[in-house]
DNA sequence: CAATATTTGCAACACTGTTGCATTTGCAAC
DNA sequence: GTTGCAAATGCAACAGTGTTGCAAATATTG
């Protein structure tokens, strides 16, 4: 099994015992957490330092970055699979959450003459199982 | 033809200055608007007033409220808006232009059962046909 | 026009996120 | 180990977005 440190170092940023609790806290939640569900976990760590933190890990891959319904940023372990790109997200507009479609990516329109593609994206929003549910206790 | 006053008055709500104007703002507008913005196409308007005033539309049904990717509330006069939703963008990642393609977006994958779709994006990234050219100079 | 329930404007506040800067720390090279 | 230095941290201050309380103004009803 893959240590939290072996994975940051692996990422190419370095080790910090902040940077380790952060992403283990991720690990560990079942939904989504805001800044502030993660201040409640770690309450020895520095507001704006987990902030950085937050953005360190989403920039080098290991995390999620949503927006959710009350537009608060939510962030997620990502399991370090930077794969995430050419496949169709469906992203919870209640909780947040972004879950990875694995049915094959529908193909890109045609583009106009000299237009060159780099990436795409299918982002599809809505209601998942859970809060649909939830909605009509 | 049925004015903003009549629309007020159907939907239940006093008919006031305020929301006549930021209604008629925000069925005007090309795009969803946030706060912000409204503040700058009505520069009389009171802050608070602003955002009580989209609660009330957004409450009786004239407007939408949304959040963006950066987590601000954009309103839209309901009714529009619906057409803007069902089709690809295509963004440059040089200019930071968007351009929309008109070609039918695809079609979206099917879901896990539960969830509910509520809107879709295709959204390309890539390289726009002018900075393409100007790439190999 | 008068009565009254709503709405407005203002001040103050709360939450979320960012920036600048001095200090500390990871880590790589010795 | 020790050292050097870029990067990360902690702190303070700030900026943007949205909310609450309350007195004054106003849209509707009769």
New binding site residues.
Partial sequence: MSST?DL??TSG???????VR?YEALAAAAQPL???DL?ARLP?????????????LVVCGLAMKA?DA?????FSASGAQSEHRRHAHFRCTDCGRVFCLKDAPPPPPKLPRGFRLADAEYDLRGTCANCARAHHK
């Avoid at 940023?13 to 902040?18: E, F, H, L, N």
């Avoid at 009350?70 to 939510?74: A, E, L, S």
């Fill in positions: 440190i940051l170092r940023v370095k080790v910090t015992p902040g940077r952060v805001s800044h502030a201040e020895d760590a520095d507001r704006v330092t987990l902030y950085r933190v937050l953005d360190t927006v009350r537009g608060v940023f939510r």
